[in-house]
Structure formats: structure tokens, C-alpha cells
């Protein structure tokens, strides 16, 4: 297995581009590695294997996912169907995610490597601009998390006719706000939402419906279950995993079916039980998000002595805007209930955010708590 080093540069992103075109060739399968510590492999990857992937160990201990070619190309080849055929792509992604990996991995199955925006001081709205230029002429795609796509629809000007000219936008990494998403479109800019993980060779849910050769169903209690031809082999050194049971992978998300399309509605892991009741974090964050005046908002449960929880917010507004508290939660208490509405509410200038920018609800729990 070919551990290889990559730093947010192009010269790192090329030489990604080579391994992986081995690997899908059958060569040695490859470890991306970035600034986070990666755990030891325990084991050698299965014949077949093209990538490695570390998990940001979020939910639990970092573990190692295993991804055939055959689960990679068949990602990308699902991907090029629903977008309208091949294209060149950008990589503003960090190449160690899958993500990022398969903003590669789609290029090169499209003819090319794919541009590359050099992110070793960070996302710079301005780079996004040069980089989107030297793609050329044709069809156009990228792959960004929402806090990139918010901030280059703040930049405006060239920042937006840059967004403008992709063919599609892939967002995903976190959750997409209703707001920024209606932004987005109403701005002239073509976003797809993804839903997916390492697991399943990333995003295998395009606006809410399964790529071609994917299987999503929910359990009894409401649990995503993901399969089909993208799945991943499983975790490395971990053949018993329980994760991955019957073909299937069981995600840690609540969904259901609306109108012929998943939702899902956050994590199970994340549901606040306050008082006898369960209240969905994220349903609370999509009342408080479309709020005027809010950019952003995070909700979190904080211990709480009689409750056993109480629902904990941290509220981000639109530069300049006033902070209102009492309306905003009067907004949860009208469409959810009274158990939803925020016991504790802070307003601040940024929500912590971690890794490629999903909000870091652990620092988020301990700033309510202080």
C-alpha cells in the first residue's frame, strides 16, 4: 500500500493522480494522507482494493475504509450520468477525503487530471477564480463544502461568474441550508446536494435521489441504510464490523422519504432527549437558518440536571444584522414545539467548524457550556 503525503498543493494533487491511475489500473492501492494523525494500518488490503481512506473519527475512533476500483469507477460513472456526461473538474477539495479523492478519480475516468486549486494557505476566494480559469472551455464541475460556497457567493463579482460557469456544483461535507442552497440557485448558480460518506465512495445521493447502482432503504428506526455497487469493501483490520452487515452499510443518520426523496434528518447519535422528549438537532438548525438575518446555527444537547438535556444554540448572523433571541426562538417554538426551543442561546461571529467545514459540535457544546 502506497502511503502518500498530500499538503493542499498541486504538485501533491498530480502526484495523487498518478497513484490512483495505478490503482484503478490495478496497481498498489493508495493512502492519501493529510495533516490529521492516521491510524496504523492492522492489516493489507484485500486484491481488488484501489484506495485507503481515513475517517475524521468524529463519531468514535479513526478507522481505515477500504474502496475497490470497482466501487470508485462505479461512483464516477454514476456521477458522469446524472450530471449530463463527462466534464473537466476542479479539486478545491482536500485530496486526502474522499471527496477530494474522487474529484481525482472522476477526472481521470473523463479524459484528464483534474485543475487544481492550491489550498495551503486555505480557501481563498480569489484562487478560486484563477483556478476555475485555466479550466478551459466545455463542460464544467466541482465539488465544495457549503461554508465555500457561502463564502464565494459573499465575494460576488468574478467569484460569482466563476460559480456561474460550472455545469454543476456538487455541495456536500455538511449539511446544505435551504437558505444558502436558494441563494445559490438564485444566483444562476447549479448546485446538486450530496449525501454519502468514505463508506459508500462518497456522495451516492444527488438531490435527495440515489445515483444509478446504489440501494438506500431505512431501517425500524429510521436509520439510512446504504448498498449497492459503490459500497465500500469495509474497514481495514476489521472484517466483523457491524457496520457493514448483509451487503449494507448502516449509517449513524436518521432519514425518511419525502416525496420520492431521502432526507435525512441528522444524526441518531445527535437527538436530544429533554424532559421525556426527542428533539432532531438539525431540524431545529434549519428553523433557525431560515430566519432573516441568520447565516448560520448550531444545536447541540447540554446536560441538564432536571431535564437530563436541554437544547443548546449557537446562532451566526449575517454580517451587520441584529441578534433577536426571543423571535428566533419563538420561530422553533411555532414549528416545533416548545421542547425544541433553545434553553441556552449564544450568538457568535463564527461557528467552530472542523475538518472541511462540518461544525465542530463538540467545541460548539462546550462554548454553551461555559
Known amino acids: 500500500m502506497l502511503h502518500l503525503q498530500v499538503d493542499g498543493s498541486p504538485a501533491a494533487a498530480a502526484h495523487l493522480a498518478d497513484a490512483l491511475r495505478g490503482a484503478l489500473a490495478g496497481g498498489a492501492p493508495v493512502l492519501p494522507v493529510g495533516p490529521a494523525p492516521v491510524p496504523p494500518p492492522a492489516a493489507e488490503p484485500p486484491p481488488g482494493s484501489a484506495v485507503v481512506i481515513a475517517t475524521s473519527g468524529s463519531t468514535g475512533v479513526p478507522k481505515l475504509v477500504v474502496l475497490s476500483a470497482a466501487a470508485l469507477e462505479a461512483s464516477a ?3 458522469e450520468r446524472r450530471l449530463g456526461g463527462p466534464a473537466r473538474w476542479l479539486l478545491a477539495l482536500p485530496a486526502e477525503h474522499i471527496a477530494g479523492v474522487q474529484v481525482v478519480v472522476r477526472a ?3 479524459g484528464a487530471p483534474p485543475q487544481v486549486q492550491d489550498l495551503r494557505g486555505g480557501f481563498r476566494t480569489d484562487d478560486f477564480v484563477a483556478a476555475t480559469g485555466r479550466l478551459g472551455p466545455g463542460a464544467r ?6 461554508t465555500q460556497l457561502g463564502r464565494l457567493l459573499d465575494a460576488g463579482g468574478p467569484a460569482l461568474d466563476a460559480l456561474r460557469s460550472y455545469t454543476a456544483i456538487l455541495v456536500g461535507g455538511a449539511a446544505l441550508d435551504a437558505r444558502l442552497r436558494e441563494r445559490a440557485r438564485a444566483a444562476g448558480v447549479r448546485v446538486v446536494t450530496t449525501y454519502g460518506m468514505s463508506e459508500t465512495a462518497g456522495g451516492c445521493v444527488y438531490d435527495g435521489v440515489p445515483l444509478d447502482g446504489v440501494d438506500v432503504d ?5 436509520r439510512v441504510l446504504l448498498g449497492g455497487a459503490t459500497l465500500a469493501t469495509g474497514y481495514l483490520g476489521r472484517p466483523d464490523d457491524p457496520a457493514f452487515t448483509g451487503g ?3 449509517t449513524g443518520d436518521l432519514g425518511r422519504w419525502r416525496d420520492g426523496r431521502l432526507e435525512v434528518l441528522g444524526r441518531a ?17 434549519r428553523v433557525l437558518a431560515a430566519q432573516p438575518g441568520v447565516r448560520s446555527a448550531c444545536v447541540v444537547g447540554l446536560p441538564d440536571p432536571e431535564w437530563g438535556q436541554v437544547v443548546g444554540a449557537a446562532v451566526q448572523p449575517e454580517p451587520g444584522a441584529p441578534a433577536d433571541d426571543e423571535g428566533w426562538r419563538a420561530a422553533v417554538r411555532a414549528e416545533l414545539g416548545r421542547a425544541a426551543v433553545p434553553r441556552v442561546l449564544r450568538v457568535v461571529a463564527e461557528l467552530p467548524l472542523r475538518g472541511i467545514g462540518k461544525p465542530d459540535r463538540t467545541a460548539v457544546a462546550a462554548l454553551l457550556g461555559d
Do not use: H
Open 141 to 146: 464541475c466541482t465539488s465544495l463544502v457549503p
Open 248 to 250: 449494507r452499510f448502516r
Open 77 to 79: 460513472r454514476a456521477t
Open 218 to 222: 431505512l431501517d425500524p428506526d429510521g
Open 108 to 110: 481521470l475516468l473523463a
Open 269 to 285: 447519535d445527535d437527538v436530544i432527549n429533554t424532559g421525556g422528549e426527542k428533539v432532531a438537532p438539525s431540524a431545529v438548525e
